[in-house]
């Protein structure tokens, strides 16, 4: 799926590769918040050894830097987007509309939220851009 990025969004992604070697292929702009996907397989080096690398981004571009690793399928791509919540399962249900209903245990309810609901917006938001579903749920 194509996805459209700011030049804004172009800029960040470009200082991101310049310092830590891993090309994100979308990035979210929110405030002080930046949200990186970056390809499967590529999460360890764009975190560093003992999170150095992310660390030192953050630093640099002066934003708060979250990841959010690239997968094959949607269900894998929303849990993906939903860490560091534990996620039991996700179902994709293609009825009037399509939508991703998570399985989260209660313990981590609170995580896959977030703070005023920004995780799991985050995940609405990348899951719609990357694989056309309208809206993510918890069960």
């Given at each position: 799926?194509?996805?459209?990025l700011?030049?804004?969004?172009?800029?960040?992604?470009?200082?991101?590769?310049?310092?830590t070697?891993?090309t994100?292929t979308?990035?979210?702009v929110?405030?002080?918040?930046?949200v990186?996907?970056?390809?499967?397989?590529?999460?360890?080096?764009?975190?560093?050894?003992?999170g150095?690398?992310?660390?030192?981004?953050?630093?640099r571009?002066?934003?708060?830097i979250?990841l959010v690793?690239?997968?094959?399928?949607a269900?894998a791509?929303?849990?993906s987007?939903?860490?560091?919540?534990?996620?039991?399962?996700?179902?994709?249900?293609?009825?009037?509309?399509?939508?991703?209903?998570?399985e989260v245990?209660?313990?981590d309810?609170g995580?896959?939220i977030?703070?005023?609901g920004?995780?799991?917006?985050?995940?609405?938001r990348?899951?719609?851009r990357?694989?056309d579903?309208?809206?993510v749920?918890?069960?």
């Amino acid at each position: 799926m194509y996805v459209e990025l700011s030049d804004e969004a172009r800029r960040y992604i470009g200082r991101f590769d310049e310092l830590t070697g891993v090309t994100p292929t979308d990035c979210l702009v929110e405030g002080d918040r930046l949200v990186f996907v970056v390809p499967a397989g590529e999460m360890a080096a764009a975190i560093g050894q003992g999170g150095e690398t992310v660390a030192e981004a953050e630093r640099r571009l002066d934003k708060s830097i979250e990841l959010v690793e690239d997968a094959d399928t949607a269900e894998a791509f929303v849990a993906s987007a939903l860490a560091p919540a534990a996620v039991n399962a996700v179902t994709i249900s293609d009825q009037n509309d399509r939508v991703a209903y998570v399985e989260v245990p209660e313990a981590d309810r609170g995580v896959a939220i977030g703070a005023e609901g920004a995780n799991i917006e985050t995940a609405r938001r990348l899951a719609e851009r990357h694989y056309d579903v309208d809206d993510v749920q918890l069960t």
